[in-house]
């Protein structure tokens, strides 16, 4: 058999493997059963393309979602790769199904409803199989947090094929998740490759919401090349994307379950196109994205878990290259998220309130974030500080506010525990207002309690008390005591605050925080000529060839088809097809 190295080379491009990809490769032209655990941007696909062209076969891969097959198949192609998607949008399925029998296609995509079904499993008969690669494999654990139960069907389908080589691929799963990816596909337990979680291109920062949308359009003017927004409702996408679109002069669409289907389509396909497009949208869009060029991720809420926060954030930076991820909470988050997990079945409760501790966890610590989303993945070793967070690059400063928070607390109390926070605020800071004087509020020994540096405390104090569920807000918007309250009002538990350092904002051109070689001549004038290739290919850009490549061109100028071959990532079939296109731009550039 061919080295896998040479076909790396000359389908690919690239001159050695990244990370685990060796060792993943290895087990499965070796036939074994594989689990692996690669971060976002680790190159999880090349470890079932490479082997699919070099082995005899086709390679079934069972995906979950329709538009990363066919993100996915525009990239096997470009390569040369003979690739199919067979799924409910193809019209040409009868030719798709003609191509597997009689050996003609390296890659066959799938979803797993379609995978679970007996005409599936009886077409598989027709043909040799060389691979089954189950992607997103955490859907099949009902401990992860995109459990999808026709997962959970793929076991009889995979037990059919015996002889087959199984390889699961994710890049969010805990320990408890990982054991049962392994039980439910059949997995053994030496089979499991972990990569690591560590995605050290992407800067993650947490801060408190004041102006959501003033901070995002600060983050979008700062961070140049496409980006995502999350917000958390379809209301909350419309009205920040229209006020995006008014504000950064950058093109902007809204993404979200309530659109019409064609709608969705079209502005996911325009998003999957740009150089520079921001989409605003609910966590529904993403898994299905294959765009390595993404520069920043916004949170404009609270995401569902560390793990939904890990995988929504890994959208940035596929390529390698620097990106931001900014997270914007606020303690009504938290409160809400409490609420929720009330309304969900009893024996899931405890495991989603470890999941909101741990997010709370990630947003009040001083530390390094990355640490802490490390830990959280079993990575113990992770080093104390990482140099690319918020909290390593501006250490902020952390106080004790034990006290200020006992007078929050006896300000609810007093008042009866049916007031907002901005009521109480009012009280504690001596704001005589007509309804603090019916209440008769203005005799209490709490009003005017707090005074001088302290008042800046009361809001992340109410902020923190919220968080830890100390306080909670009922269903009238009064505040009322959390099962925390009790022991910060008799000194058994400290409320440390975590200030961040005043953020300055920076006028639009100024220097951003991710690196960019817009604005070099003649990286733009490849660019340019990308753009046209890929808009009469009708494929996206990054299709053609990434950011990465052509910065490689800009540098190393090559002149020939052969020094053109040396640049990493210029495979055999880009360079036959694109190779003459990209010397013009050079040699005029000259």
């Not at 496409?226 to 669409?253: C, D, M, S």
């Not at 899931?348 to 001083?366: C, D, F, I, K, W």
């Amino acid at each position: 058999m061919t080295p896998p190295t040479d076909t790396l080379r000359r389908v690919f491009g690239f001159d050695a493997f990244r990370g685990v990809q060796d060792q993943v490769v290895a087990r499965v032209l070796a036939g074994e059963r594989t689990l692996a655990v690669m971060p976002t941007g680790a190159g999880k696909s090349l470890t079932y393309q490479l082997p699919s062209v070099m082995l005899d076969g086709t390679c079934v891969v069972i995906s979950p979602l329709i538009a990363l097959m066919h993100d996915q198949l525009r990239a096997a192609e470009a390569v040369g790769i003979r690739a199919a998607t067979l799924t409910s949008v193809d019209e040409n399925r009868a030719e798709t199904i003609e191509r597997f029998r009689a050996g003609e296609l390296d890659l066959l995509y799938v979803a797993p409803e379609r995978a679970s079904s007996e005409h599936f499993r009886n077409l598989l008969g027709q043909a040799k199989l060389s691979l089954f690669a189950i992607d997103e494999a955490h859907c099949v654990s009902e401990w992860g947090h995109d459990f999808r139960p026709d997962y959970r069907l793929l076991r009889p389908l995979l037990d059919r094929f015996p002889e087959v080589p199984r390889l699961a691929l994710t890049a969010t799963a805990d320990a408890h998740t990982r054991a049962d990816i392994l039980e439910q596909l059949g997995l053994p337990q030496e089979g499991l490759i972990v990569a690591g979680f560590d995605r050290p291109n992407i800067r993650y920062a947490i801060t408190p919401r004041e102006n959501t949308t003033r901070q995002v359009i600060d983050l979008i003017a700062e961070t140049p090349g496409p980006g995502i927004v999350y917000a958390q409702t379809r209301a909350g996408v419309e009205k920040l994307a229209e006020k995006l679109a008014a504000e950064t002069g950058r093109p902007v669409l809204p993404y979200h379950a309530g659109l019409d289907p064609d709608v969705r389509r079209r502005n996911q396909a325009a998003f999957v196109a740009s150089e520079e497009m921001v989409i605003v949208a609910t966590v529904a869009f993403g898994m299905g994205i294959d765009k390595p060029d993404v520069r920043f991720v916004a949170h404009a809420g609270l995401p569902k878990s560390i793990e939904a926060y890990y995988q929504e954030t890994g959208r940035a930076g596929r390529d390698g290259d620097p990106a931001v991820a900014h997270l914007f909470w606020g303690a009504d988050d938290f409160a809400r998220a409490r609420q929720r997990i009330g309304e969900v079945e009893p024996q899931r409760q405890p495991g989603e309130r470890t999941r909101l501790t741990a997010l709370g966890a990630l947003v009040e610590t001083a530390g390094c974030r990355r640490r802490i989303l490390l830990r959280h993945f079993g990575e113990n070793d992770a080093p104390e500080s990482c140099g690319n967070c918020d909290n390593c690059l501006t250490a902020p400063a952390a106080i004790d506010a034990t006290v200020t928070a006992q007078k929050f607390l006896s300000a609810v109390f007093r008042t009866g525990m049916m007031f907002g926070v901005g009521y109480i605020e009012s009280i504690l800071l001596g704001q005589s207002t007509e309804r603090s004087m019916i209440n008769g509020h203005e005799a209490l020994s709490v009003f005017g309690i707090v005074e001088g540096d302290e008042v800046a405390l009361v809001k992340p104090v109410a902020r923190a008390l919220l968080l830890r569920d100390a306080l909670r807000a009922n269903e009238h918007g009064g505040l009322e005591f959390g099962p925390e309250a009790k022991a910060i009002l008799k000194g058994g538990a400290k409320v440390e605050l975590v200030l961040p350092p005043k953020r300055e904002r920076k006028r639009r051109g100024s220097k951003s925080s991710v690196p960019n070689p817009i604005g070099n001549p003649l990286f733009e004038a490849l660019r340019a000529r990308r753009r046209e290739i890929a808009q009469e290919a009708q494929v996206p850009p990054y299709i053609v060839f990434a950011d990465a490549v052509l910065r490689d061109m800009a540098e190393m100028r090559p002149s020939s088809l052969a020094a053109m071959a040396n640049i990493s990532g210029v495979g055999a079939r880009k360079l036959e097809a694109y190779g003459d296109a990209f010397l013009q731009v050079i040699r005029e550039a000259a």
